[in-house]
């Protein structure tokens, strides 16, 4: 059996995708691996950039966009790996990170989910994990987020120092995130109500559930450049981001906070 699948998802991506895939190719030196590329019914020329410049890549074309949790299913049924690594088509691997996040859990049976340090194009931390959603922890990441976008020059050297060790998380970024085919099987992959944010905590979340731990490993860095994910869709992007949040709370918050959510969503305008 191959040892493991990177599983890329991508749609309209162009303007990263060959970066992206020749970094996999640089650092792929390595044996018993394969890369899996669905394309969600592209408009640009994603299509003639895989196949004209990575020809031994699998490509699975669609004809309709079939968002982020479908297609990663449907990559991972036509895989061979025994671990799966997904990443998004916007970051870059600096260093074999694939292999590195695959010894490491395969060491640590107890580890459900893996994931690397993930820094902007500087080099900066990018956030990339933290605790599992609910009212409470969404107010404070508002928050946080607000102070990054006002004082990030100086917040950086605090995050450099918090996430400068290995640590268990309630959540890690489905831009680069592995785990074992056995795992994601007895979850039975991704929920396929998510389309597009929030299925990276939902999966985190159920495999926690499981008893598995979900784990931030810094010995590893990506680059990741953001803006590939919601290229082409932005006009859709809010509404993709709030069904999701609503789903991801009816199905693990309940009605208390779920209705709280929306009664917030509705007062500040934001559905």
């Not at 902007?120 to 928050?143: A, H, M, T, V, W």
């Not at 959540?171 to 785990?179: E, L, R, S």
């Amino acid at each position: 059996m191959t040892s493991f699948s990177i599983i890329l998802v991508n749609y309209n991506g162009s303007k990263f995708l060959h970066e992206c895939l020749n970094s996999i190719q640089k650092f792929g030196e390595f044996n018993n691996w394969e890369v899996i590329i669905v394309d969600n019914a592209s408009t640009d020329n994603s299509i003639s950039i895989i196949i004209n410049n990575f020809p031994s890549f699998k490509l699975i074309c669609s004809h309709t966009n079939w968002g982020f949790s479908k297609a990663n299913n449907l990559a991972v049924r036509s895989s061979q790996g025994e671990y799966l690594l997904f990443l998004n088509t916007d970051t870059i691997l600096t260093k074999n990170t694939p292999e590195v996040l695959l010894n490491h859990l395969n060491l640590n049976k107890n580890i459900g989910i893996i994931s690397p340090r993930i820094t902007f194009e500087n080099g900066r931390y990018q956030l990339s994990c933290g605790d599992l959603p609910n009212l409470l922890s969404e107010f404070i990441d508002k928050i946080r987020y607000a102070f990054d976008n006002e004082f990030y020059d100086f917040l950086s050297t605090f995050y450099d120092r918090q996430y400068s060790k290995v640590q268990e998380v309630g959540w890690v970024t489905g831009a680069c995130m592995m785990m074992r085919r056995d795992v994601f099987e007895q979850i039975d992959g991704f929920d396929e109500n998510f389309f597009m944010y929030f299925e990276d905590k939902d999966i985190c979340k159920r495999v926690k559930d499981l008893g598995y731990k979900v784990v931030y490993y810094p010995e590893t860095t990506i680059i990741h450049l953001l803006g590939g994910s919601s290229h082409g869709i932005k006009k859709s992007v809010n509404k993709y981001y709030r069904d999701s949040q609503l789903y991801y709370y009816q199905k693990h918050l309940g009605k208390f906070q779920t209705n709280i959510l929306k009664l917030y969503l509705k007062l500040s305008g934001k559905v």
